[in-house]
């Protein structure tokens, strides 16, 4: 391959004419696939023909600057088990900053010749958005009379983290610090969007604690998957470090054998408390609910709420939380009345409403949600299943009458 003069980025070349020796066109660079290692060097490039598309060693390429050029007598090759794609594995998919402490989007690829080709790193700014348009001399022409310019976000391939570990062959670095930078809550709600697969192997770089927070701001439904992939060993050591109530709430979603197994591995002093709370569920919280709540899509303005809530509420016997609910029905985030009336009219609720709702779900014990509800000093609990999907609402007063119904 021949010296590339300066950091070449995929979407300057991705399109562009591929030639053979005779100068004859064979159709257009489509992909570049490199090794799923530490040292990512580019293997092979793709090519998409009339026929369709062929892969060939870059070893094949002769040049890759302004034009480009296979050597005489290429052979087409497949992909191999530890190699990955640019455009499918990479480009658009989420990595972690491990330098930055955050989860970010890749844009735009970067190639460098060490003298052989390799991913330099990535590009996570607008300009490798623009880049793709063509469009960063008209961007920063467009800024220049505001004194201001838009350069390349670019993080080296040292510092970057894939989050979705396709084929699971790319090697994890272990950079528990780093990542321990990452508020759980945060990087639960990343890893969600993961295979549980790749799920378990980005908590496996973590440490037991930080490991147990992450596990605890997933959803239901990831929690039931993981808890029914993992070792049952794994599993009884991450409910030992997790608050009791929400190990309750994990175990109670498994089928009864693998609750048992995991029962029976956790730690006589992490054990005593959970049991205790089992022993407290069986009384159904479905019963209690009540549908006599109010739900808004985030984007609906505070003032819109407002005359809603005085519009649509007048039967209501008690109304203290708003809920929102997104496109796909999902609990995204709840606000009290007070933090309503306090918003200017135009303010959209996404904007101060809080994210991270607490609930419950229809295995919940009463006695669980009614510690919830002191814990956060809340009044109710929405009840979600596994999707997110609120269910009903419960108060405080509804569950303690049930509670003192059962102690009498």
């Known amino acids: ?51 369709g598309p062929i892969i060939v ?3 094949n390429v002769s040049v890759l600057n302004g034009t480009i050029k296979l050597k005489e007598g290429f052979d087409a090759v497949q992909i191999a088990e530890n190699e990955l794609s640019i455009r499918i594995h990479l480009l658009d998919q989420q990595i972690i900053d491990i330098k930055g402490n955050k989860i ?26 623009a880049r793709w348009f063509h469009l960063e001399q008209f961007l920063n022409r467009a800024l220049a009379p505001f004194g201001k310019i838009v350069t390349s976000e670019f993080l080296p391939w040292e510092n970057i983290q894939p989050v979705e570990l396709s084929r699971g062959k790319v090697v994890l670095k272990r950079e528990e610090t780093k990542l321990t930078k990452l508020r759980p809550e945060d990087l639960a709600d990343h890893l969600e969007r993961l295979s549980v ?12 604690e930080y490991e147990a927070d992450v596990v605890q701001n997933l959803n239901i439904s ?81 003032g819109n709420i407002r005359r809603r809530i005085k519009r649509e509420t007048t039967t209501a016997d008690l109304l203290t939380y708003v809920y929102i609910i997104n496109k796909k029905q999902e609990l995204v985030g709840v606000c009290n009345l007070h933090e309503l009336i306090l918003q200017d009219s135009d303010a959209p609720l996404y904007k101060f409403m809080i994210p991270n709702v607490v609930a419950v779900y229809l295995t919940t014990p009463p006695a669980i949600a009614v510690k919830k509800m002191v814990k956060y000093k809340i009044y109710s609990l929405p009840i979600i299943n596994d999707k997110r999907q609120i269910l009903g609402v419960v108060t405080i007063d509804d569950i303690i009458e049930t509670l003192q119904e059962h102690l009498l």
Not at 108 to 126: N, T
């Open 1 to 51: 391959m021949p010296t590339i003069k300066k950091m070449l980025y995929f979407a300057e070349i991705s399109g562009k004419k591929v030639y053979d020796a005779s100068r004859t066109t064979i159709g257009h660079l489509s992909d570049l696939i490199f090794l799923a290692s530490g040292q990512p060097l580019i293997t092979k490039i793709s090519i998409s023909t009339r026929a």
């Open 57 to 59: 060693p870059a070893s």
């Open 104 to 129: 970010v989007r890749v844009n735009d690829v970067a190639i460098q010749e060490k003298p052989y080709l390799v991913l330099a790193g990535v590009d996570v700014g607008v300009l490798g958005i």
């Open 197 to 208: 697969k790749n799920l378990t192997k980005i908590l496996d770089l973590l440490p037991n």
């Open 222 to 302: 990831h929690q039931r998957m993981l808890f029914r992939t993992i070792k049952p060993s794994h599993a009884a050591d991450v409910l030992s470090r997790v608050d009791p109530d929400d190990a309750v709430d994990i175990l109670l979603s498994l089928p009864a054998k693998r609750r048992e197994a995991i029962l029976q591995g956790l730690p006589p002093e992490a054990k005593g408390p959970i049991m205790h709370l089992i022993d407290l569920s069986t009384t159904d919280i479905g019963g209690l609910a009540t549908s006599d709540f109010f739900a808004v899509n985030p984007e609906e303005t505070a």
